[in-house]
């Protein structure tokens, strides 16, 4: 009975009427309850939810180029993103999980409510085809594509200290891997980030060396800040 008033809920906030609601009980299954679950659904769903955020953002922002219009693209695909959303439906209360993940709390995973919202995107491209499915997703991304982040703060930090020392004719930074330390599954890497021109040298360590890479651009960006502000106040 709980569950019946849960997916009559769920309903009314999708503002969809199924034609075939046994889509959205396998949009609901996870792959620890069946073998029949939302895992092909999900994949269509994904790929249906890529194609309309890129087109919505294609109209909303005209001016805006290919490569932020990407960054916006996977901010709001993302999987905390698909979980805030989940979380809005009460995604939580009607996903069927096997015993092992309702144990584990997987009612509360991001991956998993990322997932059943993918899922329920393609569930209804199959129950009603492609329009339904989009005004769905623009439903779904009001407010988001009404509000996006700011476009810097998408940046990663390699791309932003590269822009930041192109824009006052600094020679690109250098990415030195010093040592690799860990076993062969586990490697850490261990970076430097040189600035010749400023004296600026940091480290950093990280699971991968574009991790590593990252970590060390973001501590480089604050070490060039103080240096302007050094040579502002003085």
């Not at 959205?24 to 994949?43: G, K, M, P, V």
């Not at 015993?99 to 584990?104: D, N």
């Not at 600094?170 to 850490?188: C, E, K, M, R, T």
Request: glycine share 6%; proline share 3%.
């Amino acid at each position: 009975m709980a569950q019946s008033i849960a997916i009559d809920a769920l309903l009314k906030k999708l503002e969809y009427s199924f034609v075939d609601i046994a889509l959205l009980d396998e949009a609901l299954t996870h792959r620890s309850y069946a073998s029949i679950n939302n895992e092909r659904l999900e994949f269509l769903g994904d790929s249906i939810l890529n194609f309309v955020i890129a087109h919505e953002l294609f109209k909303l922002y005209p001016n805006v180029q290919e490569g932020d219009l990407s960054r916006l693209r996977a901010n709001l695909v993302d999987k905390d993103s698909l979980a805030e959303i989940a979380n809005k439906l009460n995604l939580g209360d009607v996903i069927k999980l096997g015993s092992g993940e309702l144990k584990s709390g997987g009612f509360r995973r991001p991956s998993i409510l990322a997932d059943a919202v993918e899922s329920i995107i393609g569930s209804v491209y199959c129950d009603g085809g492609f329009p339904p499915a989009r005004d769905l997703i623009v439903r779904l991304y009001a407010q988001r594509l009404a509000t996006p982040p700011d476009l810097e703060s998408l940046k990663d930090p390699k791309t932003r200290l590269q822009e930041l020392l192109q824009s006052r004719h600094f020679a690109l930074p250098d990415y030195q891997v010093v040592n690799i330390s860990g076993q062969a599954h586990a490697q850490i890497f261990h970076v430097n980030c040189v600035i010749n021109k400023m004296n600026i040298e940091v480290s950093s360590k990280g699971k991968s060396r574009r991790k590593a890479e990252q970590i060390a651009a973001d501590k480089a960006i604050a070490q060039v800040e103080i240096f302007y502000g050094r040579l502002k106040n003085g």
